[in-house]
Every structure is written in C-alpha cells, then in structure tokens.
C-alpha cells in the first residue's frame, strides 16, 4: 500500500482497536502474530471495520520510519538504519510485556 502513495502511521489507537483485533483473533484462529489493518482515509475513524492486507502467525512489528523519510516504507526497510530501528522497536515491545 505504501508503494502507491498510501499514508502510514505507526501511532496506533490500541484501545480504540483492540475490540476489532480481539475479534479478528477468535475469528481467524491466530491468538498471536501481525496484521496489516487499514482505513481508506487518512484521519480514519478506527472504530470502523478496516480492510485487512495480510495475516502473519509470526510475524513482528515493524518500526516507524524516521519522521524525516520521504520515501516508502518498502524503500526504509532497504535503508541502512533499518536493523537499527528494528532491533530497537522489538526492545521496546519486549521490555513492555
């Protein structure tokens, strides 16, 4: 979706969607992995049903790009800095666990 000039943001309602997540999991089977969730519009109201892209039982989350990166996300993960960034967003999910 990012390679077609689709908006991505990283700063998730997760209690505002947790109720559609929570519901995604029993219907779908996949208690645990990642999901790319999304809404047509840019302020969406996430208390609407999204478009779900792809379902991954291990799957982890990806970190945000830089708020300076003007390219894609696709193009981010290519980026040097991206190791780094990942290393790191896995730190922060796995200290608040």
Do not use: C
Not at 8 to 23: G, K, M, S, T
Not at 44 to 52: C, L
């Amino acid at each position: 979706a990012s390679n077609m000039g689709g908006y991505q943001d990283f700063n998730f309602p997760l209690a505002e969607i947790a109720p559609y997540v929570a519901e995604f999991a029993s219907k779908t089977g996949v208690p645990v992995g990642g999901v790319d969730f999304i809404w047509e519009e840019k302020e969406a109201d996430v208390k609407k049903t999204p478009f779900t892209l792809e379902v991954s039982p291990t799957s982890d989350i990806n970190p945000p790009a830089p708020s300076s990166w003007t390219k894609t996300y696709a193009e981010f993960k290519h980026n040097p800095g991206y190791h780094n960034a990942y290393l790191a967003v896995r730190r922060q999910w796995s200290d608040l666990m």
